[in-house]
């Protein structure tokens, strides 16, 4: 279902956008379905991040540009508040094996992702993805 839903979304909307020339900017995409779905079935297959991405591979669109914010699993956890180790998406394990899959990703293309560390003030962090979007456009185009 997950990849129906993402084959749909590319097709409807991001395809026919970038068609007509237009800047397309998603707060989740593919890297972000690999990261996830790669730890929840990580018990289900050798390298299931890698056999997630062979799920997508042909079809899905590689983002020319990834901003990918880390922070400490507990902090992130921390921040949920009550919600804190309720569902299975804000276990600190989890998180740690979800950044460890995006932390991959981001070694295998060190061109395209941007690291920004998210334990900084808002301010910092606003700064570094609004530095990091004026520098990849100055050289894109």
């Known amino acids: 279902m997950f990849v129906a839903d993402h084959a749909e979304h590319i097709a409807k909307v991001i395809r026919p ?9 998603s707060d989740r995409y593919s890297d972000s379905r690999y990261a996830y779905q790669g730890a929840t079935l990580s018990n289900m297959f050798d390298d299931a991040m890698r056999w997630v991405q062979g799920i997508h591979k042909g079809w899905t669109v590689v983002p020319d540009l990834t901003i990918l914010f880390t922070i ?9 508040g009550v919600r804190g180790e309720h569902t299975k998406f804000e276990k600190i394990g989890f998180l740690r094996s979800v950044q460890e899959n995006f932390l991959k990703l981001a ?3 060190p061109l395209r992702f941007v690291i920004i560390d998210a334990d900084a003030t808002l301010e910092v962090v606003g700064s570094e993805v609004e530095s990091a979007i004026r520098d990849f456009m100055a050289t894109a185009g």
Not at 72 to 80: F, G, L, Q, S
């Open 17 to 25: 956008a970038l068609a007509e020339g237009k800047l397309v900017i």
């Open 72 to 80: 400490d699993p507990a902090v992130a956890v921390a921040r949920c």
């Open 107 to 109: 070694k295998e293309e």
